[in-house]
Each structure stands twice: as C-alpha cells, then as structure tokens.
C-alpha cells in the first residue's frame, strides 16, 4: 500500500481511517471533505484513526488540520462520541498533543498501540451511547470476547 489515507465504513458508527507515509496536500485536503461528509450525516460515531505508519504531517497540514477542527467543533461535539488513535512514533503523538493542546477535541479520545484495543475502545463508548447492535458487530468482527474492563489500554 503507497502513501494515502484509506476510509473504512463497512462496521458504520465505527469509521476506521488509515494514513500511510507521506500523504499529499491533496490527500490530506480530500481526508477533511470526507471527514465534514461524515459529520454532515448527523449521526453518532466512533472513529479509530490508525496512525502507525503516518509520516510526519506538513506545517501546512497541521494548520487546516486546526482550520477543520475549530470550523467543525459544533458537529464534532455531537456526534463524534470518541476517538482512538493508533500511535507508534512520538512525534506523530507530540504532533496531536500540541494540536488538541491548541483545538481540544470535543470528545472522548485515547491512544492505543493496536488496532484491536483501539476497535475494544471504540466498542464501549458504542455501548455507553445505547448502540448496543453496532457494539457487538465491532467486537464480533475483531474477534474480542469480553467487554471493555475500564483499565486504560
């Protein structure tokens, strides 16, 4: 798989997002229209956001990345319900720290070194807003067993 960010709805109120390498201007500008897309659905979600193998984002990225999220801020708070991130590098962590540090995030969210606590995660804050369906479909398809035992992942 070549740089770019991919979008996975299949398991809807989860959305899944996976970013790779250096991501164009252009990719990075398309992953904002299709995020403001999913909000304009005015439904509740989750989002896991893997970003383990994401390069450092561009200055000019990190800037619309705050444009977004302050325009956004008001869809954000009532319906994204929570939101993982899937961190390996510190300066991918420092990055969102100084982001949120800035914009905070409206919304509940963690760092997660793999995808399937992230997907646990996101099946608990699923179950504590009554979509308890979409709950068990995330856990099904991740093959987790047990409910989420409230430690920090």
Do not use: N
Request: aromatic content about 10%; charged content about 20%; hydrophobic content about 45%.
């Amino acid at each position: 798989m070549g740089a770019g960010i991919t979008f996975d709805d299949s398991l809807w109120p989860l959305l899944i997002s996976r970013f790779r390498g250096s991501v164009s201007d252009a990719d990075f500008e398309e992953y904002l229209v299709r995020g403001a897309a999913y909000l304009r659905r005015g439904e509740l979600y989750v989002s896991v956001l893997d970003m383990g193998r994401l390069a450092l984002p561009t200055a000019a990225q990190r800037q619309r990345q705050l444009e977004w999220m302050r325009d956004q801020k008001q869809a954000l708070r009532e319906q994204l319900i929570g939101c993982a991130f899937l961190l390996d590098s510190p300066i991918i962590r420092l990055t969102l720290s100084t982001i949120f540090h800035v914009v905070p995030l409206p919304s509940p969210y963690v760092a997660v070194s793999d995808l399937a606590t992230g997907a646990r995660w996101a099946s608990v804050r699923l179950e504590e807003h009554g979509l308890i369906e979409a709950s068990l479909r995330v856990q099904h398809h991740f093959g987790l067993t047990t409910s989420w035992d409230a430690q920090a992942p």
